[in-house]
């Protein structure tokens, strides 16, 4: 008698092996207890992985597309050869028309760019405002604050070979601004996908687990259900007789 207690209270095998399997690819621990819904966790399974795989192939494509255009419009006067960067960069080209110039001095003695509508200029008044006392007065050229401040321009400022101009093609500008945001949706679409995709793994082995537990310590058949639907979720649990 107690030898068979103590067989009772061992877990079965398969109260691990229908979790695992659903946590690896949900609704397989369901189809292998036979429940008949682990055919919409494998369903949702595969429609969340296709729009992801969709929407990731989306971003990829607008963001050719932003990059072709910002080369061949507004960067290939200033340097031929196409080089890549960050995001960012292609950011800062969707807000200001002109990067500008990066050392407007032609001489020797370094002067960054003063125009404001442009990026550089942007970066240069933000220097002037973080280091200087008044970034209308400049200081001593040789004074700590003069130079920290050129060197926090250089560090952020676009150098020569990525500066861009999107004046006369105002048209292809918003353009490029569209691709931007296509390509910025699509892209956080299929990172919500992603998230999807990893909650449907756990519920499914969630499932299966407390499926499992409960027909072991019920000695019969027991199953799970979850629906979920906006403002309405309900989770029931029930019992073979």
Known sequence: MAAQQQQQQ???????????????????????????????????????????LQLDHEATREAGRFQDLAFDVARQPYDPMRKDTVFEYYEQMERFVESGAYDTDPGGAFMPETDLQTYNGSMWLLARRTFWENPDVPPDPTSPQYWRAIQFYQSRAVGPNFQWSWRDHSLEHEVYKDYIKRSDTAFRRAQSSIGLLLANHVISAVDALISARMSAAAGRGASMRTTVTPGYSEIRFSLTF
Do not use: I
Request: aromatic fraction near 10%.
């Open 10 to 52: 061992q877990p079965s095998p398969t109260a691990f092996v229908c979790p695992l399997a659903s946590l690896l690819v949900p609704g397989t621990g369901q189809l292998l207890a036979n429940q008949d819904r682990g055919a919409v966790y494998l369903a949702a399974e595969v429609y969340l992985l296709s729009r992801f």
